[in-house]
């Protein structure tokens, strides 16, 4: 019906609220009764796992391997683009996401933030705006891989400023790279930005200068990305399979 965007979201929610209305009372399996303050939470986090299903082209464990954060930059680009959110409305689209906006682990919080807050609203944050921070991207200190956004973000911003420390950071950070190939081809390709076939066409969903920069990167990914990661991955074998041949 050419629906897309926050559009197709508010049409989707509302659709998946009638399941509810109309019943005077719905409960839990033990019978408990479910508060109507849950219906939305839990139609929003269907129809936003449908949507990712559909973004990302891929079933939904193949959704459920992409971290949160990186999840929510890519509904929210598809959903409202380079565009601000109100606080309650921010609020309401991370229902089902598995991630916050505020506090300490927040999205807004802390040098490398995924979102910016300025008065009531949000906003995200696109590479050239966080990029330059070296530690962005990195495995924390439990060893954990950085989402997978904030390596494609560092990943960019080093191509565009610094591409000899390229390398380097591909080794250090030590990203899954089809799953970070998954990011950066939904995020440069056309299901975001509308398909014929879907409606009518949009403008690309993410900033300008983040577009120029992801066509690049998704037209050289083989040189740049699946090389280094692939030798690198080949190494780590040899080294394990002679560890095991000394045991």
């Given amino acids: 019906m050419g629906i897309t965007g926050a559009d197709l979201v508010i049409a989707a929610v509302g659709a998946g609220l009638r399941a509810f209305t109309r019943f005077s009372r719905v409960e839990y399996?033990?019978?408990?009764?479910?508060?109507?303050?849950?219906?939305?939470?839990?139609?929003?986090?269907?129809?936003?796992?449908?949507?990712l299903e559909k973004i990302f082209g891929v079933t939904g464990s193949g959704v459920a391997a992409v971290d949160g954060p990186s999840r929510f930059y890519v509904l929210w680009r598809y959903a409202y683009k380079a565009a601000e959110m109100d606080a309650g409305e921010a609020i309401v689209f991370t229902y089902g996401q598995n991630?916050?906006?505020?506090?300490?682990?927040?999205l807004s919080s802390g040098s490398r933030a995924l979102v910016e807050k300025k008065k009531g609203k949000y906003r995200l944050l696109d590479f050239s705006?966080?990029?330059?921070?070296?530690?962005?991207g990195m495995p924390k200190d439990d060893g954990k891989s950085a989402p997978l956004i904030d390596i494609l973000h560092r990943i960019l911003w080093l191509l565009e400023n610094e591409p000899r420390k390229l390398n380097d950071f591909l080794d250090e950070a030590r990203p899954d790279r089809e799953r970070l190939r998954l990011v950066a081809q939904t995020l440069a390709g056309t299901a975001l930005s509308g398909r014929k076939d879907d409606g009518p066409e949009h403008t690309l969903a993410t900033t300008p200068a983040e577009a120029t920069a992801l066509n690049k990167l998704v037209a050289n990914w083989r040189a740049l990305i699946d090389q280094r990661l692939a030798a690198r991955e080949g190494t780590l074998?040899?080294?394990?399979?002679?560890?095991?041949?000394?045991k």
């Fill in 29 to 51: 399996a033990n019978g408990e009764e479910v508060p109507a303050e849950k219906f939305l939470a839990e139609v929003e986090g269907v129809v936003l796992e449908t949507l």
């Fill in 129 to 136: 705006e966080r990029g330059d921070d070296e530690k962005l």
């Fill in 99 to 106: 991630v916050e906006l505020d506090g300490q682990n927040g």
């Fill in 237 to 246: 074998f040899e080294l394990i399979r002679n560890s095991e041949a000394k």
